[in-house]
């Protein structure tokens, strides 16, 4: 089986060195105000490398660009929030692949199950050549990828039992996003797969109306999960990313200084990101034990041994091309 992965979807070319001293006509810009929206709490990672790029952006651009952030699914859940990038009244967001292979079947070929061991593999493969392959049909598409930014690898919670086994999971109500890969990942061990709106997801966890979810480890806890799950599984069956994303009608309005400035200041609020999820992951995971939660370490050899309808499935969907063309970056890639 392959090794799962991770796209990065980011512009292609790469940002060059700018600094606002070096374009005065950033000071003859008209004030422009931005809003950027994403799906998770102000405090976690991809809010404090949100606040970091809007301030840095503001500044760079001696305030002719202000960006005001809505956290949290202020303006809608993911899918909601990826469409209207695409229309341009929200400018600027976070979708993961999953949200944008709605648009670009290509995204879904890069969320395979079991692709990637660690972060190492994922960021290898994510700043290699998937860039340019990714990047310019999300253009066509309205979505201008700027950067990918870390999400972190999924892991399944759950009311019922600890799971050690495929076997544990099978039976349970199982929480995913509608997202394919996700879905038939679940699929493939047996759950019962349950599509509920994230903004909706801790209250359905608390009134028992499925029996578990999976989502990253930052997630997890920072949604307070740990308050209405007793058992967590380091399953790592998926990587997601976000990808910082600009709307194209937003992107064409900015001066090609200002795209510099916003491509430089991607990286650097990516990097943050992935820096704090790094440091921060095995410490929430000690504060979830902490919290009660029940944490195992299964042998994830019998769950890759499974994935191959899982597998099927987003080929189907992807288009077998793209799959195929994904497995060889990251062979080629990681050899």
Same mark, same amino acid.
């Given at each position: ?41 102000? $405090? ?19 305030? @002719?660009? /202000?960006?005001?952030? +809505? ?19 929200? $400018? ?12 670009? =079947?290509?995204?879904? @070929?890069?969320?395979?199950? +079991? ?11 994510? $700043? ?10 999300? /253009? ?26 495929? $076997?544990?999971? =099978? ?16 699929? @493939? ?8 709106? +994230?903004?909706?997801?801790?209250? /359905? ?63 650097? /609020? ?55 063309? +994904? ?9």
């Amino acid at each position: 089986m392959e090794r799962k992965t991770f796209i990065r979807a980011a512009a292609a070319g790469g940002a060059s060195a700018v600094t606002a001293a070096g374009f005065p006509s950033l000071l003859r810009a008209a004030t422009m105000t931005l809003r950027f929206a994403h799906y998770v709490p102000a $405090d976690h990672p991809a809010g404090v490398a949100a606040k970091q790029f809007a301030e840095r952006v503001a500044a760079r651009t001696q305030g @002719a660009i /202000a960006i005001n952030i +809505f956290p949290n699914n202020q303006l809608g859940d993911p899918p909601a929030q990826a469409a209207q990038i695409r229309q341009g009244s929200i $400018d600027i967001g976070l979708p993961t692949q999953g949200q944008l292979d709605k648009y670009e =079947k290509a995204f879904a @070929a890069v969320v395979l199950p +079991f692709v990637f061991n660690d972060r190492a593999e994922v960021f290898k493969v994510m $700043d290699g050549p998937v860039i340019e392959w990714l990047a310019p049909l999300a /253009a066509k598409q309205g979505f201008i990828t700027l950067r990918n930014w870390d999400y972190g690898f999924r892991n399944v919670t759950n009311t019922v039992r600890p799971v050690n086994t495929p $076997d544990d999971i =099978k039976g349970l109500k199982i929480r995913t996003p509608p997202e394919i890969q996700i879905a038939s990942t679940m699929e @493939a061990l047996g759950a019962v797969v349950t599509p509920i709106s +994230f903004a909706e997801l801790y209250l /359905a966890l608390s009134q028992k109306v499925v029996d578990g979810e999976e989502n990253p480890i930052a997630t997890i806890y920072y949604s307070k999960f740990y308050e209405v799950q007793k058992y967590l599984a380091l399953t790592h069956h998926i990587y997601n990313n976000m990808i910082l994303t600009v709307s194209a009608i937003t992107w064409n309005k900015l001066s090609r200084e200002q795209q510099a400035i916003f491509r430089e200041e991607g990286v650097a /609020a990516g990097d943050l990101m992935r820096k704090l999820m790094g440091e921060q992951e095995n410490d929430q995971i000690a504060k979830l034990g902490a919290a009660g939660m029940q944490i195992t370490r299964p042998n994830l050899a019998p769950f890759r041994a499974k994935m191959g309808p899982a597998v099927k499935k987003i080929s189907d969907y992807a288009g077998a091309e793209n799959v195929d063309k +994904f497995v060889a970056i990251v062979r080629k890639t990681l050899a």
